[in-house]
């Protein structure tokens, strides 16, 4: 055993050997891996020399020259895969939660993919006019669509929705009071809540009703003050309050608004931009009704229910929009031209329903239904059958999935689910296969994420593409547990 690191080639030697290495990842990171590999090779065989020969080695050991080269190059290479594999990786969402805020929501339609692609591969006219030859305004792009498709006189595009109420309320009401429901207080996400997003913005909170029930006539006492300058209205699209409620809506606070001078904010979270029917959903107020109920701006999400980028969508009348333009924090709070390039695309789709539901794949995986769902649960049952055998147990089920991304939090979506079960095995043999699945680092396998229910693994296809299916069944087949 101690003669093992004798057989181990130097790194020159090993070089030779690495010409695809080297022409895929360069000299450099190559010969460094290798010695990183020589390291671990010598380190294992001085463990290997020290045990007793009734333990086992902790790392390979070779008889021979040949053998002890194929080990080095098999670590490097490891090594180097490693390294480059990006951090962000896609993956496929079979948990059934189709807005699944952790696994990055809203996936991109082809064309607003397509589209963030053409604007960041080269050079675009992100700040110039094309037109007259001069510097533009990137506040242009997107600008008309959204006051196309919401009704509103302008609009703007930040980062986020948090941007966009912050950068909304600062505008209409730094340095004064901001009148809200109790039961509007909403925690949003990663922890972040309103109050919180108010007094970044300058603004005084001012609470009127209760948790379950306010009225017009709180809000309007509370306006009688002088340093009052707006309403705000928050949906609860991440709760409900079910019961003993009552609550106001937008088209009453800008009844009260309009004799008293105020401002009207409406932040309604998500930012769904068709008939909810269309997608067998609940009624959900858009941006649109909004702007319809009068109210001065609408603050929605772009990678929400719209299926678009992530970004803060305002919508609302042109003198108070212009002022956030104005505002010191609309520059921190700018979105990048890949941004608007995938969001334009997105809304351009809405101009027709029908194809926005048909190419967006948020709305086109709420929108499937349960017998479509039912025929390719049967499809992959069938072909993962094939390969498995029976060492597993697969069977389509009947099951809820989610909307997900903050709305809808109690509305269950009918699906189906593939769920599989290992013959004489525990949970914790399916928690390890699912383990597999989401840490695959075989070259041309997709991390696949599921979710484990009393004993079964289920994969929800509803938010998996259809040509995604044969890459979900090959990660599943070849991450079994052997």
Not at 85 to 111: F, K, Y
Not at 426 to 446: F, S, Y
Request: with cysteine; glycine share 10%; hydrophobic share 45%.
């Amino acid at each position: 055993m101690s003669d093992a690191r004798r057989l181990l080639p130097g790194v020159d030697r090993l070089l030779e050997a690495a010409g695809g290495l080297v022409d895929e990842f360069g000299h450099s990171e190559v010969a460094e891996a290798l010695r990183l590999a020589l390291e671990q090779a010598r380190s294992g065989a001085d463990q290997a020399a020290a045990d007793t020969p009734a333990s086992t080695p902790k790392n390979p050991v070779w008889s021979n020259e040949a053998e002890a080269a194929q080990y080095c190059l098999a670590a490097a290479q490891a090594h180097l895969r490693a390294r480059a594999r990006p951090s962000l990786r896609r993956v496929l969402n079979a948990t059934g939660v189709v807005l699944h805020t952790n696994l990055g929501r809203a996936p991109l339609a082809e064309v607003a993919a397509e589209a963030a692609r053409e604007a960041t591969s080269g050079y675009s006219n992100l700040e110039f006019d094309l037109e007259s030859g001069s510097r533009g305004s990137r506040y242009d792009h997107a600008r008309g669509l959204l006051a196309e498709l919401t009704g509103a006189e302008d609009a703007l595009v930040v980062n986020n929705c948090a941007a966009g109420l912050l950068l909304a309320l600062s505008a209409a009401a730094r340095d004064r009071d901001v009148v809200i429901s109790r039961g509007e207080l909403v925690e949003i996400g990663g922890g972040f809540r309103i109050p919180e997003v108010m007094e970044r913005a300058g603004a005084t909170l001012v609470e009127v009703g209760t948790t379950n029930r306010t009225r017009i006539e709180d809000y309007s006492v509370a306006a009688e003050s002088v340093t009052v300058a707006a309403l705000l209205k928050v949906h609860r699209s991440n709760f409900n309050i079910t019961g003993f409620t009552e609550s106001v809506t937008p088209v009453d606070l800008v009844e009260l608004a309009v004799g008293k001078g105020l401002r009207v904010i409406h932040d309604l979270g998500s930012g769904l931009m068709i008939d909810a029917a269309r997608l067998t959903l609940p009624n959900e107020p858009g941006p649109a009704d909004s702007i319809a109920a009068g109210v001065d701006a609408v603050v929605f999400s772009g990678d929400k229910l719209l299926g678009g980028p992530q970004a803060g969508l305002i919508a609302g009348r042109a003198d108070l929009i212009e002022r956030m333009r104005r505002d010191p924090f609309c520059r921190a709070f700018r979105v990048d031209k890949g941004t608007l390039a995938a969001l334009e695309a997105t809304l351009r789709l809405y101009r027709d329903s029908e194809r926005a539901v048909r190419e967006i794949p948020t709305l086109r995986a709420l929108a499937r239904t349960r017998t479509e769902l039912a025929e390719r649960c049967e499809q992959i049952v069938s072909r993962l059958a094939a390969i498995l055998g029976d060492s597993v147990t697969i069977d389509s089920i009947e099951s809820e999935g989610r909307v997900g991304g903050g709305t809808y939090p109690e509305h269950p979506l009918a699906s189906m689910s593939v769920r599989i079960r290992v013959a004489g095995a525990g949970d914790a043999a399916i928690e390890e296969w699912a383990r597999a699945c989401r840490t695959v680092e075989r070259v041309g396998l997709v991390p696949v994420v599921g979710r484990i229910e009393d004993g079964g693994w289920l994969l929800d296809p509803r938010a998996v593409p259809v040509e995604d299916e044969p890459a979900l069944i090959a990660t599943v087949a070849g991450c079994f547990p052997q």
